[in-house]
């Protein structure tokens, strides 16, 4: 087992960042554990996260006041903002199936925040984190689930003919401000910054 812990982080980003001394100061402290689904990992306002879990297999729910945030799968990391403001966790994290999953303790992952490019991947992550949960509305049934689209469209949707190159989509978005453009055309197509 312990091999393969190494192997797996050194596949996993931000892992692959680390140096070799690093990745093995992570093998030599970290433990594995599989977890029945709806095992609660970790709890809202509860302790401060013992470790940076790490998910190798299955995946989690990330839950506040009762409702579903988000889902991490595979690769993704949980219990680091807990760990970096030494706060309790602002969620509760459930297993949603049979979830296998990396711990490597909280002093190890505090040590490797000395690593620039490791640190960065955790700060953003954070930050994007935040965002989202700020951002988001929670709203009930009857509320913007059941709004006509067209209701929250902020502005007219960008378009270019099913005829334009690539750069000419890429300066559609550009000049517009907008990470999608439509793709007019008899079987019409969506483009976003992301297929870039």
């Known amino acids: 087992m312990i091999a393969r812990i190494l192997d797996f982080l050194s596949t996993q980003h931000p892992f692959m960042l680390l140096s070799r001394d690093e990745l093995e100061a992570v093998r030599r402290a970290s433990r594995t554990s599989t977890l029945p689904a709806g095992t ?3 709890s809202q306002g509860g302790t401060v996260s013992p470790c940076l879990h790490l998910i190798a297999a299955g995946s989690v729910r990330l839950i506040r006041d009762g409702v579903e945030i988000q889902i991490l799968e595979e690769g993704d990391c949980f219990g680091y903002p807990s760990i970096i403001s030494q ?4 969620f509760d994290v459930v297993a949603a199936e049979d979830v296998t999953l990396h711990c490597v303790p909280a002093a190890v992952f505090k ?10 991947f955790f700060l953003k992550s954070l930050g ?8 988001r509305e929670v709203t009930s049934i009857g509320g913007e689930l059941t709004a006509p ?42 483009l976003t910054d992301h297929d870039f």
Do not use: H, W, Y
């Open 87 to 90: 706060d309790a966790p602002a």
């Open 40 to 42: 609660v990992i970790l």
């Open 149 to 190: 689209l067209a209701s929250l469209l902020k502005s007219a949707p960008v378009t270019v003919p099913a005829t334009a190159t690539v750069a000419d989509a890429a300066r559609a978005m550009r000049d517009r401000r907008t990470d999608v453009v439509l793709v007019e055309g008899t079987e019409p197509g969506i």
């Open 128 to 135: 994007e984190r935040l965002s989202r949960l700020t951002q």
């Open 111 to 120: 040590g490797l925040l000395g690593n620039g490019p490791f640190a960065e």
